[in-house]
């Protein structure tokens, strides 16, 4: 019953930005951790960025590290992916997640709810 949409993905030339929102229904972002994970065709889903509330602490992968930086607006119950300085394997369908469980939040298992996702695609 609880509910987080994506938006603002969309088609990119390398080296744009994008920036990514996911509103929460509710207040969850009083979750222990929001995420954002992607999965590109043919691949596995794959960790991008993560903000452990409690922790007030910020994960980036190290594929996005330097480019994508993950931030919130708690009076909105949003949370932001900005991608700059995009590349064509960035291309995914883009995910937010939810998790109210103290573990690793990298790991996509330990989210219990997820968007629809938000197509990003990075032409050459």
């Known amino acids: 019953q609880v509910q987080l949409v994506e938006s603002g993905g969309g088609l990119v030339q390398a080296g744009g930005s994008l920036r990514l929102s996911c509103v929460a229904s509710?207040?969850?972002?009083?979750?222990?951790?929001m995420g954002w994970f992607r999965q590109a065709p043919g691949k596995e889903r794959e960790f991008v960025a993560a903000?452990?509330?409690?922790?007030?602490?910020?994960y980036h992968a190290d594929s996005v590290k330097g480019r994508f930086t993950i931030s919130r607006d708690n009076a909105k119950n949003t949370v932001y992916l900005q991608m700059n300085n995009l590349k064509p394997e960035d291309t995914a369908v883009y995910y937010c997640?939810?998790?109210?469980?103290?573990?690793?939040?990298?790991?996509?298992?330990?989210?219990?709810?997820w968007g629809q996702g938000t197509q990003v695609t990075v032409s050459s």
């Open positions: 509710g207040r969850f972002l009083a979750a222990y951790a």
């Open positions: 997640a939810a998790s109210y469980v103290y573990a690793d939040n990298t790991k996509g298992g330990n989210y219990a709810y």
């Open positions: 903000n452990n509330w409690s922790g007030v602490n910020t």
